[in-house]
Every structure is written in structure tokens, then in C-alpha cells.
């Protein structure tokens, strides 16, 4: 019986061509290693015009013995290719022929075809035991070859066309895989062969069989398949191995690398399904006749090839003005891709060429930092440190101290390298830091690099040396041609100014970036660095002031204040700090500057009033905005005066409360030199002029101009923030003083724009008031035959013509206000010329009627006087008289009402009047026999107004009975009341009782004082 061991004695050949083919492996993989360069220190992509020349060479040798068909993305023509070598190499025609030539006449390589036997699924299963102990025969047959069945296209089924057909040290072996129908080999094996287009491979799987006795195949029975199997062994040689498929493929249909699965092709029909077998192709050379391959480790030479060709790339774009996005164009890829199959390069070792040409090249030109992450992922993979000799180790642990120090060198200038003005500057500083995080990540990094400190640690220093020299870099770049305080003062505010905006680009768009990477806080560690050396030089600048301070110093102090709290609120708050800022109390330093600031402020305001009012032609902005530009001046000039406090904003409670009152002070005395101004230029445009409309107009927009002011300057308080500033001072400060002080102030110089509105409004009610009272003189004297309506006609057009031009002209308040003095005054002509038409009752009845047509044209559907407005306080004074009655008029029929004497304007009279009344006791002695006191308001121009009433039961008058009477009649208060409006009920009995003629009497009594009562119903306070 044959066992294993004899088994695989039979074939001796085939075991020493694997066990070279595997040596061969081993020591071309050691070829491909690069040699120990001469430097750590990472080489220049530049190569002298010698090296130039012969990777030229080596580029045209590969693109002309190019193998297998292009890749889909890849270029098809290779006269294409040599075009892009020619620009790539920036070769001259004549040159470019010449080495095509030379290149030409070279040495071809051996042609090789490398084949990886991965693995097979779902394969025959041959033994009694269901499974096979498969294995692969595989070679290279070229056309000549004798080849049963013919040429391997087409071709009749047939077994052991490798066994019988290639010479046995032209046949490799893979393993036998013991019982399994799933087998995997993962060998590889190198096929030479001359001519692509007549070449052929070939691949027979066989099932490896062992004499056995039956009774073990009996042992290993499952099935009746088995069984039929032991019949059918029975009939064959014993150990001859079973046929289970093979593969068989045309060279010129493999791409230049291969890597799918291939159905096994059967012999007969009996078994068409036998499984797929997993293969991986790849075209290479060996023997190359070019200098660089025979002199070179094929990695160097790949690495040239590839630095040369990505700076083209880069070239070519920066030629077009755009930027290399980090993609190869497709003639170099195909020739990197063809040059490193060709070489049988590795992935690791194409991955490692592709790290060291990208990081060389980044650090030489603008390449995009991406393009590392794709190589660091894929030596992170594959890495294993043994695969590397010591040289190629020192070559890559050099790449990475030289990226590093690099990017360190980048981020530590990263204001000037990636400039915001750049759009994509972001994206490129967060692409470099990705790649030092990823690189420094790496198994590689740290076996090679064991020295190195944490990135954060390295990146927080460069970015902290970084600052300072940015610093002071910004600092020579404002230094003074001319050096004086002034120039000194512009440099350290210019200085400041960019402080700030850097620190806000910080905040806003790189602290987001260091933060999400590195985790570091970039802003908080620029802003402690820069605020120590600012306060250091502004300190410095202050000291040099002195205690005398200039109004031009001043004002350059102030500009650096206020940048200065600007920086400060940058910060962080008091409660987050960890320590004290170099910044903190700067205010002091400023403090003797403050007098020339407040004066300063002033002096500027005063200014621009003058130049507002001077160029005011007191003419309404527009039909809306009815006061002139001098007014949006001045509200423009109060602005900014409170813009200038809050910019102040002095931290020192005490301080602050001073500086608060002095521009309250300042900003009260504008408003009056305001209106003394704008009345002066009122009287300047108004001299000489003979149109007295146009003087009109001119002061109602000096009226208007007033009334802006008043509303200006009664949002002070909002605007300079008394309320915050109440809270912060109340610690230092006496209960009260803020609201004396302040408020005092701005009541003052309210009541004196008031006084001023309301002269000016006084002047306007003059012109109309002669015109007023005229025409009210007027109305007296019209003919009888003219009717009333008629004759108050006159006096109704005129107001019309002129409240409507004043109210057209002046903003609501002062027409309000002048609206409320013409009503005041036509009463009091009214009033007048009553007094003294009294004996004429047509004159009465023509002022009573003008008087409720005159009530209507001020109340004017309510846009005019409100109706608790024409009650004024002269409209309100009465002319109060007693009418005294007994009742029932039925039991006091003889006796007439007796009225006591009228007093002028009085609403507290005291008459002091005796009235007697001749009655009999019984009558006063009834039930509801009383003294009616009635008081009335003696109206000139139309009937009295009743007052109210008063009842006295007359049997409560003292000595009534006939007692004795007691030595004085004491006093009796009676309140004064009116009818129910809405009736009572013992009169709603009284009017049903219709054949009483006395009750309705009574009633229609009592309704018409209702009426009284709902028509002119009691003041306040009467």
C-alpha cells in the first residue's frame, strides 16, 4: 500500500521547482526592499539631469512591454503614455526619440506571469468519504506546444492536459488539501513565458488517491453514494488520482492583474457543477535590461518615478491657476500602476513609496495633506517591523521627524500659512492636523519614533511660540517711521486693533478646528499670551503721559481704552479664571485722562449743534417728520454722547457716578444752548421778510424742533443705563442721592424746554387770537335779518383756514398745546362780550349758538381737544345762585320761588341771605311739606345749569310747634343731589295717574330736572 509519503517520493521534480519557486519568492521580495540610503534626512524630489535620464529610460521600458489588457480607468494607447512622459520629463522632441530608440534596442525582459492559487469552493467529492484531497497542477503552454484537441480556445473536453502536455519542470504543484471540498492553497507561483498572444494558462485540479484496503473504505462509508464509489475504485489502477476540473485562460484576455473566481471546466457531462476555483494574475518582468533596474532597488526607482510625476501634476495645475485636488490623471496612474506590477511591488512597499514621495513633495509644494491619510492607512495595516531592513527603517522613521517638524513649523505659523482670506484655508490646517494625529497613531510611528512627546504637548507649544512671535512680528510691522507720542500712540491702538481681530478669528473659526482634533483650547491660551505682552507695552505708553493730559493725547488715550475693554471681554469672566490677568484694573492707567475725555465729548457736541443750527433752514423734513435737520442732528450728537458713556463705562462705582452726572450735565446745558440757538436763527431767516406765513411756518418748526429735544432728552435715563448704574453704586453712595442728582438735573432742563415750547406756542395763539376776537365782535353787530348759522359763518371759516394750517405744521403736542390756549382764550372773549351784550336777548342766543359751534370745531370728532379739555378751568368757574321753593306746589300755591344773589365765578360761595315765607303751621306740618333749595349756575347765553338740590322737611324747622324757641338756631347741612337719570319708581306710579293733573305736573317737574342733571353733570371736586 502507497502512503503519503511514497506518494509524494514519486514526484521528486515538481518538490524542488516549488521549493525554488518559494527561495525565488523570498529573495525577490528582499530585492525589493530599498538599500540603506546615505541620509536620514529626508532627499529632495529634484534629481540631477543623469538620474533624470535614466528613469526616463526605465518610464519608456515600462510602457513599451506593457502586459495584459488596461484597466477600465486607465489609458489604452501607449503612444498616449509617451506623450505624458515627455511633458512629464519636459524632454525635447529630438531627445525624446533618441532615448525611444535606445530603449527600443535594449534587452527585452522575461515576461512573467505570477499566480496566486488562492482557494476553491463547492469541488467533487471523489472518496468514499464524500470528500476529495484535492491539489493543482497548473503551467504555461505556448502555441507549437503539443496540445491534445488543438489551440485552448475552443477545444474538446479532456483530462491531464498539464501532466501530459508541459514538461515537468515547467509543471508546478500546489499542496494536497486532505478532505475537504472547500480547500484553500493561497500559493503563488511565477510562469515565464515569450509571447503573450500565444500563451495560454492552464490549471488541473486533481483528487490525490491512496491505496487503501476495504475494509477501511468500508469504515469510512456513509451512504449509498459511497458504495457506488467503491465499485467504480474497483475498477481502476490502484493510486491513480480522479480528475475534478481545470481552468483554462487565454494570457491575452487577463488584465495586467487579475483576482476572480473561475468556474472548473468538466471533461465529460456526467458532472458539469464542479466548483470554482479563486486565482489572482499578475504580470511581471524580470531581467529588466534598463540601468535603474539593474542598479536599483526597484522600491527607490518608484519612488523617483512617483515624486516626478506627482510634481508635473502639480506643476500642471499651478500652471492653470487651481489648486492639485490630490488625484493623478490617468496616464500616471496607469504608468505608476504598470511600473509597480512590472516590479511586483508590493502593496506595503507601494504604500511606504507612496508615503515618503507625498511627504517629501508636501513639504516642497502646495500638494493637499489628504493625499497622506490613504498610504498612512495602508502601512498602518500591513505594518510589521521585520519586513523592513535597518535602513529602510531610519529612511521611514526619518519621514516622520521631518513631517512632523514640518507641520509643528506650519501650525506654528498658521496665521500667515493659512490665511482666512484663503476659503479653503480651514479645511487644509484641519486636513494637516488629521494627518500628524494619524501618523502619530501609528504602530510604526511609535516602534520607529519612541521618543517623541504627545502631539498636544508639541502642537500647544508651537502654537504658544507661534503667538509671541506673531506678536511681535505685528508689533515691527506698525513700528513708527517717525518716531513721536502721536506716531506711538496710532502704532499701539493699530497693534491692539489686530490683537483683537485675531483673537475673534480664533474664537470664531480655529479654536473649533484645534478643539475637535487635538482637544486643545487654542483661543484661551492665545489670549492669556497677548494680553501679557499688551499690558506690558500700554503700561509702558501711559506711564509716558504724565498727569497732564492734551486734548489730542486725550482723545488717542481713549481709542486705546476702548480697544482695550474691548480685548478684556474677550475673556474669561472673574468666576472661570485661574489666575490673575496682567489686564486686570487697567483702567487705572487711564485715569487722568478722564477730565480731557469729558471735555472733549462737550466741545466736539457744542460743534456740531452750532454747525446744525447754522446750516438749518428751518424747513419740515417731510409731511410726516415735522421737525428740521438740525433737530436729527442734535438727536444724532445726543447719541453719540451716549455711545461715548457707554464705551466709558468706568468699572469704578464711584467714578462712574461722576462721570454719569457730568454728561447729564453737559447733555442738559446743549439742550438749552439749543434752543436759544435755533430761536436765533429763526429771527435771522425771519428779518426783512415781508411774508408773515413764511415767519409762521419757520416757528413751528422751531416749536417742533423743541418737542423733538423733550423727547431726546427724556430717554437719558434708558440710554446712559441709570438703573444698572443704581445697582452698582448703591454700596458707595447715600439712599437717594442718585435719584436727587440725576433726575433733578434732567427735570430742570425738561421744565426749561417746556417753558420755551410753551412760549413759542404762546407766540403762535397771539397771532390768532386778535383774529378770534374780531370776528366775535363781529357777530354781535350782524343784522337781525341775517340768521344765526349765517352770521357765525365768518368766524368759522377763519378757524378752519388757520388750525388747519397750524395743525398741518406742528406736531400733535403743540397743536394740543395751542388748540387748549385759543379754547381759553375765545371763552374769555365769549364770556366778555355776554357781559355785555346781557340786555340783549338776540346777541345771547347768536353767542350761544357760536359757543356749541365752537365746542364742536374743537372737539373735532375727537382729533382735537378731549371733552375733559374744553371743560377748562374757566369753563368750569360757575356763576352759582339759590332758588328756594316750598313744596308741594299744590299746598303752597300762593307763594313764589325766591333766589338768593349771584356771584361771579365762585365755586364756594357763601350767600348769607335771610328769606322769609308767610305760612300757616298745619301745612308744614304734612307729610313731604319741605324748603326746595335749588342751585343753579347762571348762564348768560342759554338757560342755568342746574347744581343740585337740597330738601328740608319744614316740620323740622325750629319752632314750628309753638315751644319756646332756643336762644340761636343752630346750622343744618344739607348734601346737594341729583335726579336718578333713569327715573324713580314713585314717579313711574305719579305717570300712570293721568286724570291727576297736579301729579303730572309734579312728574313733568321732576324729568325736566333729570335732564338737567344728565346734561350738565357735577365736576370732580365740586
Known amino acids: 500500500m502507497a502512503t503519503l509519503f511514497s506518494h509524494s517520493q514519486r514526484r521528486p521534480p515538481l518538490l524542488r521547482q516549488a521549493i525554488k519557486i518559494r527561495r525565488r519568492r523570498v529573495r525577490d521580495v528582499q530585492d525589493a526592499l530599498p538599500q540603506r540610503a546615505q541620509e536620514v534626512e529626508p532627499q529632495s524630489h529634484h534629481l540631477s539631469s543623469e538620474e533624470r535620464a535614466l528613469l526616463y529610460e526605465e518610464a519608456l521600458y515600462t510602457v513599451l512591454y506593457r502586459l495584459g489588457q488596461p484597466e477600465t480607468s486607465h489609458v489604452r494607447e501607449s503612444s498616449e503614455l509617451l506623450r505624458y512622459l515627455q511633458e512629464a520629463f519636459h524632454m525635447q522632441p529630438e531627445e525624446h526619440q533618441r532615448m525611444l530608440r535606445q530603449v527600443q534596442e535594449l534587452e527585452k525582459p522575461v515576461f512573467c506571469l505570477k499566480a496566486t492559487v488562492k482557494q476553491a469552493k463547492g469541488i467533487l467529492g471523489k472518496d468514499v468519504s464524500g470528500f476529495s484531497d484535492p491539489y493543482c497542477l497548473l503551467g504555461i503552454i505556448e502555441q507549437g506546444a503539443a496540445v491534445p484537441g488543438g489551440s485552448p480556445g475552443p477545444r474538446r473536453r479532456q483530462k491531464a492536459v498539464v501532466r501530459h502536455t508541459i514538461p515537468e519542470e515547467q509543471t508546478h504543484r500546489t499542496q494536497v488539501i486532505p478532505q475537504t471540498l472547500n480547500p484553500v492553497w493561497d500559493e503563488t507561483f511565477i510562469l515565464e513565458f515569450e509571447d503573450i498572444n500565444n500563451a495560454s494558462f492552464h490549471l488541473d485540479m486533481w483528487d490525490m488517491d491512496t491505496v487503501e484496503s476495504v475494509r477501511q473504505k468500508l469504515g469510512e462509508l456513509t451512504d449509498l453514494h459511497g458504495l457506488r464509489r467503491i465499485f467504480k475504485e474497483a475498477r481502476k489502477d490502484k493510486g491513480q488520482d480522479d480528475f475534478l476540473g481545470n481552468v483554462v485562460l487565454r494570457l491575452q484576455d487577463l488584465h495586467c492583474r487579475e483576482d476572480q473566481w473561475f468556474p472548473l471546466e468538466p471533461c465529460t457531462e456526467t458532472y458539469p457543477d464542479r466548483g ?49 485636488d490630490g488625484l493623478l490623471s490617468s496616464q500616471a496612474a496607469t504608468i505608476l500602476f504598470l511600473h509597480a506590477t512590472q516590479k511586483d511591488l508590493s502593496d506595503f512597499h507601494r504604500s511606504l513609496a507612496q508615503w515618503l514621495a507625498y511627504s517629501h513633495l508636501y ?105 509671541v512671535e506673531w506678536f511681535h512680528l505685528k508689533q515691527q510691522h506698525h513700528q513708527p517711521m517717525v518716531q513721536g507720542f502721536p506716531e506711538a500712540a496710532k502704532a499701539l491702538l493699530s497693534l491692539v486693533q489686530d490683537i483683537i481681530g485675531d483673537l475673534h478669528q480664533c474664537q470664531r473659526t480655529w479654536n473649533k478646528i484645534f478643539h475637535n482634533v487635538l482637544k486643545i483650547d487654542l483661543f484661551s491660551m492665545a489670549f492669556q499670551e497677548l494680553q501679557w505682552l499688551v499690558a506690558k507695552r500700554v503700561q509702558d505708553h501711559t506711564a509716558a503721559v504724565g498727569d497732564t493730559v492734551t486734548m489730542e493725547v486725550g482723545e488717542s488715550l481713549f481709542q486705546l481704552y476702548v480697544s482695550l475693554k474691548e480685548l478684556c471681554q474677550l475673556g474669561p469672566v472673574p468666576s472661570e479664571r485661574d489666575g490673575v490677568l ?83 450735565e453737559d447733555t442738559c446745558r446743549l439742550a438749552l444752548v439749543y434752543c436759544s440757538l435755533i430761536k436765533a436763527r429763526a429771527r435771522e431767516l425771519s428779518a426783512g421778510q415781508k411774508d408773515q406765513g413764511q415767519a409762521a411756518n419757520m416757528l413751528c418748526v422751531v416749536v417742533n424742533d423743541m418737542e423733538q429735544l423733550r423727547l431726546v432728552i427724556g430717554r437719558l435715563p434708558t440710554q446712559l443705563a441709570w438703573e444698572a448704574l443704581e445697582q452698582r453704586v448703591g454700596a458707595v453712595l447715600e439712599q437717594g442721592q442718585l435719584q436727587n442728582t440725576l433726575h433733578t438735573q434732567l427735570q430742570t432742563a425738561l421744565a426749561g424746554l417746556g417753558h420755551e415750547i410753551r412760549a413759542g406756542v404762546r407766540t403762535l395763539a397771539e397771532q390768532l387770537e386778535a383774529g378770534i376776537a374780531k370776528h366775535i365782535q363781529k357777530l354781535v353787530g350782524v343784522k337781525e335779518s341775517v340768521l344765526p348759522e349765517d352770521a357765525i359763518l365768518p368766524l368759522m371759516k377763519f378757524l378752519e383756514v388757520k388750525l388747519c394750517y397750524m395743525n398741518t405744521n406742528l406736531v400733535q403736542e403743540n397743536f394740543s398745546s395751542l388748540l387748549t390756549l385759543l379754547w381759553t382764550h375765545t371763552l374769555m372773549v365769549l364770556a366778555e362780550v355776554a357781559a355785555s351784550q346781557r340786555s340783549c336777548p338776540l346777541a345771547s342766543s347768536r353767542l350761544k349758538i357760536a359757543l356749541q359751534n365752537l365746542e364742536i370745531c374743537f372737539y373735532a370728532e375727537g382729533c382735537g381737544l378731549p371733552p375733559e379739555a374744553l371743560h377748562t378751568a374757566t369753563f368750569q368757574s360757575s356763576d352759582p345762585f339759590v332758588q328756594l321753593t316750598l313744596e308741594p306746589r299744590h299746598v303752597f300755591p300762593e307763594l313764589a320761588p325766591r333766589e338768593t344773589q349771584k356771584h361771579k365765578k365762585d365755586l364756594h360761595p357763601l350767600f348769607d341771605e335771610t328769606f322769609e315765607f308767610l305760612v300757616p303751621a298745619e301745612p308744614c306740618q304734612k307729610d313731604g311739606a319741605c324748603l326746595l333749595l335749588t342751585v343753579l349756575d347762571h348762564d348768560t347765553l342759554g338757560a342755568d345749569d342746574l347744581e343740585g338740590e337740597a330738601f328740608l322737611p319744614l316740620r323740622s324747622v325750629p319752632g314750628l310747634t309753638g315751644a319756646e324757641e332756643p336762644g340761636g338756631v343752630p346750622q343744618t347741612r344739607l348734601p346737594l343731589t341729583y335726579p336718578a337719570p333713569n327715573g324713580d319708581p314713585i314717579l313711574q306710579l305719579l305717570e300712570s295717574r293721568k286724570a291727576d293733573r297736579e301729579a303730572q305736573a309734579f312728574v313733568r317737574l321732576r324729568r325736566q330736572r333729570a335732564k338737567q342733571a344728565s346734561q350738565h353733570a357735577p365736576q370732580p371736586g365740586r
Not at 485715569?591 to 469729558?598: K, M, V
Not at 438740525?630 to 454722547?641: H, M, R, Y
Open 582 to 664: 496682567a489686564l486686570d484694573g487697567f483702567h487705572r492707567w487711564f485715569q487722568p485722562a478722564i477730565p480731557s475725555w469729558l471735555q472733549k465729548t462737550y466741545s466736539v457736541a457744542l460743534a456740531r449743534v452750532q454747525r446744525a443750527v447754522q446750516m438749518d433752514e428751518l424747513v419740515p423734513l417731510g409731511e410726516l417728520t415735522k421737525h428740521s435737520t438740525s433737530a436729527v442732528d442734535l438727536s444724532t450728537c445726543f447719541a453719540q454722547i451716549s455711545h461715548t458713556a457707554r464705551q466709558l463705562d468706568w468699572p469704578d462705582p464711584e467714578e462712574a457716578f461722576m462721570i454719569t452726572v457730568k454728561f447729564v
Open 363 to 467: 513639504q516642497s509644494l502646495e500638494i493637499p495633506s489628504s493625499c497622506l491619510l490613504h498610504p498612512i492607512t495602508s502601512i498602518e495595516y500591513q505594518w510589521i517591523q521585520g519586513r523592513l531592513k535597518e535602513e529602510q527603517r531610519e529612511e521611514l522613521a526619518a519621514s516622520f521627524n521631518s513631517l512632523l517638524a514640518y507641520g509643528l513649523s506650519l501650525i506654528r505659523r498658521f496665521r500667515s500659512v493659512f490665511p482666512l482670506s484663503v476659503p479653503d484655508s480651514p479645511a487644509r490646517l484641519q486636513s494637516l492636523l488629521r494627518v500628524l494625529v494619524q501618523m502619530c497613531k501609528m504602530k510604526a510611528f511609535g516602534e520607529l519614533c519612541p521618543d517623541s512627546a504627545p502631539l498636544p504637548r508639541l502642537v500647544t507649544e508651537a502654537l504658544r511660540t507661534g503667538t
Open 276 to 324: 470554482q476555483c479563486h486565482l489572482q494574475f499578475q504580470f511581471i518582468h524580470k531581467r529588466r535590461a534598463t540601468t535603474a533596474s539593474r542598479s536599483q532597488p526597484s522600491y527607490t526607482v518608484h519612488l523617483h518615478l512617483l515624486q516626478q510625476l506627482v510634481s508635473h501634476e502639480v506643476t500642471q495645475h499651478q500652471a492653470g491657476s487651481t489648486s492639485w
